[in-house]
């Protein structure tokens, strides 16, 4: 069962399960939080798993003005300070996970580990496939893979999705890089994980894994950028394995959630 909570001025929907450790589940671009379901099911028998829906994606409502990384970090900070969250595991698949990685830059105190799943930090980190997707040609065909999704569940109704595509669009054409030399900075440990087939290069996750003091790099072979989905017993895997270190206190208050 989901609720909704008013953060930074955006009205968030969300779904909680399970109990321990706060880990917040960061879904990508155009879809929403229903494509963790198997990864739900999984760490929630372990953590308590948070998954919250952005701005203008599944069942949260569109906000007013252009979209950025900058703000969609922004944005998961109000909601963790409202859930009164201090310190959560981020795991972040494709742009959920360059949210993850924008807020452990500007707010590391906020993130206890940070997981990147197909998510490249530069432009120069796409492949040549990912980079056709961002061609006329290319938008039309990710509007019509993304649009029977948004108009399923959004609150805004269907007629508001050339809208919000608009906005993703123009974020993901201008999105700034991310200076891999800043990513030195991070004390956190970071597992930056991707399919072998995927939409990012594999020279790139390597070079993340190089500039991150405390990183881990796993390659899912047999798998694209829908490796969740494709092979969800070995991802889950991987991911308790990089989260099972309990050296830290648990870090939700009680009745903290219950808003």
Known sequence: MGQYVEAGGVLTYFEVEGEGEPVILLHGGGVGGDTWVAQTAALSQHYLVVVPERRG???TPDVDGPVTMELLAADLAAFMDRLEIPQAHLIGWS???KVGAWLALARPDLVRKLVLIGAELTRAGQTPATEQLMTPEG???LA???????EAVAPDGPGHFPVVFAKWAEMWRTMPDIDLADLGKLTMPVLVMQGDDDAVRLEHSVEVAKALPDAQLAVVPGTSHGLPLEKPGLVNQLLLDFLADQQTPKLIPGGALDC
């Open 57 to 59: 994606h599944g069942r």
């Open 95 to 97: 742009d959920g996970g």
């Open 139 to 141: 938008l039309e065909e």
């Open 144 to 150: 019509e893979a993304f649009r029977p999704q948004y």
